[in-house]
């Protein structure tokens, strides 16, 4: 079945960038009726979602985190990453990548984004100076 | 938009049944039936056990159920188990104006 695999620095600098990729295997990433998002959960806290990127590169993003994030796919490789800039430690977390439904009726879909399935087992990135 | 109100915790016994709320906004829960839960035990990755509000993907044990009424939506468990004990979070389409994807906070159910 679909599989996703997070890769990236474990460590990065204060005020630096995290850069993420998440790799798509038993599956393509070249569908119409999904997204692939970013979520990251802070040691000991909640779920945030970062923003969700389809196949042909149309993005939505969080507010709070909008100014920072960019999120891009590769196709050609089954990939999809994640860019936060300017990262302060309560960046720190673990980043997951997932893939997620959209609302789709025939064969025209909405952008109404839905469910993550399956996820990624997650990337601890720590932000320290 | 802010994040969706869930409980800090809840508590059952083995066997008893146990109900987790999700209190969103007329501008979320209250609009949209694209509700869905998580389960997330300590060290792994959330698995969705409930979508679309009342929907459970294959697999995942008629145990769980979904609902909701209003701006609110809500996760019952029966028959608990000892390995439903986990951390439980409710997630909503947001709409199409800022912030499309809200998780609530999260509630940590301890099977006693």
């Known amino acids: 079945q679909l599989q996703l695999q997070e890769s990236g620095p474990g460590l990065v600098k204060t005020s630096e960038t995290l850069s993420l990729t998440c790799t798509v295997s038993?599956?393509?990433?070249?569908?119409?009726?999904?997204?692939w998002g970013w979520i990251r959960q802070p040691p000991g806290k909640g779920l945030e979602w970062i923003g969700s990127v389809s196949y042909s590169g149309s993005t939505y993003y969080n507010p709070s985190l909008k100014s920072r994030v960019s999120i891009s796919v590769d196709t050609s490789k089954n990939q999809f990453s994640l860019n936060l800039r300017s990262v302060t430690a309560a960046d720190t977390a673990v980043y997951f990548c997932?893939?997620?439904?959209?609302?789709?009726?025939?064969?025209?879909?909405?952008?109404?984004?839905?469910?993550?399935?399956?996820w990624g087992q997650g990337s601890l990135v720590t932000v320290s100076s | 938009q802010s994040a969706l109100t869930q409980p800090a915790s809840v508590s059952g016994s083995p066997g008893q049944s146990i109900t987790i709320s999700c209190s969103g906004t007329s501008s979320d829960v209250g609009v949209y039936n694209f509700v869905s839960w998580y389960q997330q035990h300590p060290g792994e990755a959330p698995k969705v056990i409930i979508y679309?509000?009342?929907k459970r993907p294959s697999g995942v044990s008629n145990r769980f159920s979904g609902s909701k009424s209003g701006n609110t939506a809500s996760l019952t468990i029966s028959g608990l188990q000892a390995e439903d004990e986990a951390d439980y979070y409710c997630c909503s389409y947001g709409g199409s104006n800022t912030l499309k994807v809200v998780f609530g906070g999260g509630t940590k159910l301890t099977v006693l």
């Open positions: 679309d509000v009342t």
């Open positions: 038993s599956g393509s990433i070249s569908s119409n009726n999904y997204y």
């Open positions: 997932a893939r997620q439904s959209q609302y789709c009726s025939g064969d025209r879909c909405y952008a109404v984004l839905s469910w993550f399935d399956p």
